[in-house]
């Protein structure tokens, strides 16, 4: 029997691999912080984050441009060259897939493999059909080698509007309440100023800056005229949608009116390349996207508060649950104490993101408040 041949060159030891993947995992992270720079800024586009390790130790950084300018790697690679290093044997560390095909900008996978790189570590794979492991395969084509899944919990998490929209056709959406500690989200006469303090409505302000859309149902609008724009956060304002017709007269214009199913409203909107949908309100609106099981996260602001009775308005219109077995049932995400209030985000417990429509393919009550 012929002895297996050995590759010193090819094989390393515990201790190598050990210190590989701890450089892995803090570079990937960086990553991470990286795009979250640009988060409000690059949509309908993934905010990608790229960090450079070139072989004389030196780091460089890049996130992607708003739409039209260089995505992350073009950058952290013009970064290197700006300082007049060389990439080449250098490795690259991509929050996602890169990009294969020409758009706007030239392919992303082509400029590594032209930069000679060594090796690029991807967190998570592009589910966009014109990638979809186009770009890991132009890379190992090219010799490069390549390693994916290198906290690719933390990059789902931070690109799952993206990821959603790419694989559903329809935006992400995030559904936002504010109660207080007994569940009442505006008083019996419809007064729900404020219910909750100004670190909790600055909170929202950069939610909807993270939001390509923000949706609210007329009634909320007849009730409460908010203009829902971005003010107390940096980033800008989302596309306004009523369900629903606005008075001519209303804070919210210019926005887009929208009627009829819910699945449909998404996949205008998904359409239109929203890729995140924050819905404040009100109740009735809440309670259609909440039962028709088209929200992807929860986000409950809670003030330490009681109305102490039963005559409060609450955060869903209509019938609830008429049996313990039929109780909606989600997972606690995270909790954020915001000056006196709490958030609290939650996921359904099966994380399915709202189903396209079939043979589709990815490309009104008073409101809790909303100003």
Request: aromatic share 4%; net charge negative.
């Amino acid at each position: 029997m012929e002895a297996p041949s050995t590759l010193p060159t090819m094989v390393k030891d515990g201790h190598d691999e050990a210190n590989e993947r701890e450089r892995d995992t803090r570079e990937m992270r960086r990553a991470v912080d990286v795009a979250a720079t640009v988060r409000t800024s690059t949509a309908p586009n993934p905010w990608v984050g790229c960090v450079i390790l070139t072989t004389d130790g030196r780091r460089f950084e890049g996130a992607t441009h708003p739409p039209g300018g260089p995505h992350a790697e073009a950058e952290a690679l013009a970064a290197v060259r700006a300082a007049g290093a060389d990439p080449a044997g250098s490795t690259a560390y991509v929050t996602l897939e890169p990009c294969s095909h020409l758009g706007r900008t030239p392919p992303c996978a082509d400029a590594l493999v032209d930069a000679k790189v060594g090796r690029v570590v991807v967190a998570v794979e592009d589910p966009d059909w014109k990638v979809a492991g186009q770009g890991l395969s132009r890379l190992r084509q090219a010799g490069i080698a390549v390693t994916t899944g290198v906290e690719a919990e933390a990059v789902t998490e931070q690109l799952l509007p993206y990821l959603t929209h790419r694989r559903t056709g329809r935006p992400f959406v995030v559904l936002k309440m504010a109660a207080t500690l007994d569940g009442g989200t505006a008083a019996p006469d419809g007064d729900s100023r404020w219910i909750t303090g100004p670190q909790a409505r600055a909170d929202v302000h950069r939610l909807r800056a993270e939001s390509g859309a923000v949706l609210v149902g007329a009634g909320t609008v007849r009730a409460d005229d908010p203009s829902l724009t971005v003010r107390d956060a940096p980033g800008p304002d989302p596309l306004r949608v009523v369900l629903g017709t606005a008075p001519p007269d209303a804070k919210v214009h210019p926005c887009l009116g929208v009627q009829g199913d819910l699945g449909a409203v998404l996949d205008q909107l998904g359409d239109r390349g929203i890729l995140q949908l924050l819905v404040e309100g009100g109740a009735t609106v809440a309670a259609s996207f909440h039962h028709r099981g088209l929200v992807d996260r929860y986000v409950l602001y809670l003030a330490p508060a009681f109305f102490g009775g039963r005559d409060a308005l609450g955060l869903f219109n209509g019938r609830g649950a008429a049996t313990m077995a039929d109780v909606w049932r989600g997972r606690f995400l995270a909790a954020t104490t915001l000056g006196d209030d709490l958030r609290v985000d939650v996921a359904p417990s099966t994380s399915t993101p709202s189903t396209p429509s079939p043979g589709r393919t990815a490309p009104a009550g008073r409101g809790e408040e909303s100003n």
